[in-house]
């Protein structure tokens, strides 16, 4: 983990606003999102927002506060709950939005969701990539992060996008490192 740590903070490190793509191993998933969320709440100390398309905001914001993360900076977008038919409990930590497919519903709830978090320093993760393959075509993928990251700029974020590290998506990963500032292996 201190590996994945250091390599964080040397990409990101003095960056004030950016877009950045994280290419994760699988093997390393879990705990490279992690030190990315501890990276920027912890070691930045930055609100923001972090859409969910993998786990459940009832899953991830448990996980986070045990890993000593603190989740009154965090708010989330949760793509996952609705999907699996999962119990949605209203709350002002989330806002669940009905599936991975609907690119409209999550632009616009992190339109919604940047603009309530408080301050002029504010993030935004995007977990993931690869949730969104599975959804929708590998064209429609293509047009929707360039759009998010003319978004990001716009917001003036840290922006952070994550995509598994894998031969199926390579071309695909290597088209849209054009959109991104920084481009983060691990």
Same mark, same amino acid.
């Given at each position: &983990?201190?590996?994945?740590?250091?390599?964080?903070?040397?990409?990101?490190?003095?960056?004030?606003?950016?877009?950045?793509?994280?290419?994760?191993?699988?093997?390393?998933?879990?705990?490279?999102?992690?030190?990315?969320?501890?990276?920027?709440?912890?070691?930045?100390?930055?609100?923001?927002?972090?859409?969910?398309?993998?786990?459940?905001?009832?899953? &991830?914001?448990?996980?986070?506060?045990?890993?000593?993360?603190?989740?009154? &900076?965090?708010? !989330?977008?949760?793509?996952?709950? /609705?999907?699996?038919?999962?119990?949605?409990?209203?709350?002002?930590?989330?806002?669940?939005?009905?599936?991975?497919?609907?690119?409209?519903?999550?632009?616009?709830?992190?339109?919604?969701?940047?603009?309530?978090?408080?301050?002029? /320093?504010?993030?935004?993760?995007?977990?993931?990539?690869?949730?969104?393959?599975?959804?929708?075509?590998?064209?429609?993928?293509?047009? !929707?992060?360039? !759009?998010?990251?003319?978004? &990001?700029?716009?917001?003036?974020? /840290?922006?952070?996008?994550?995509?598994?590290?894998?031969?199926?998506?390579?071309?695909?990963?290597?088209?849209?490192?054009?959109?991104?500032?920084?481009?983060?292996?691990?």
């Amino acid at each position: &983990m201190e590996e994945v740590r250091n390599k964080i903070k040397e990409s990101l490190n003095g960056n004030e606003n950016y877009v950045a793509l994280a290419k994760v191993t699988a093997s390393k998933y879990q705990d490279s999102n992690l030190e990315m969320i501890k990276y920027l709440t912890v070691d930045d100390e930055v609100p923001g927002v972090y859409v969910t398309l993998n786990k459940p905001f009832s899953v &991830m914001q448990p996980f986070l506060v045990k890993k000593g993360i603190n989740t009154d &900076m965090i708010i !989330f977008i949760d793509a996952v709950t /609705k999907t699996s038919g999962g119990d949605v409990k209203k709350t002002e930590k989330c806002l669940f939005i009905g599936s991975p497919d609907n690119l409209s519903d999550i632009s616009l709830a992190m339109d919604q969701a940047v603009r309530a978090v408080p301050g002029d /320093k504010k993030f935004l993760f995007f977990d993931s990539l690869d949730t969104l393959l599975v959804y929708n075509k590998p064209t429609t993928v293509a047009k !929707f992060i360039h !759009f998010l990251s003319g978004k &990001m700029r716009v917001w003036n974020v /840290k922006g952070i996008i994550v995509s598994l590290e894998k031969d199926s998506n390579k071309e695909l990963l290597d088209e849209l490192s054009q959109f991104c500032d920084i481009l983060l292996e691990l």
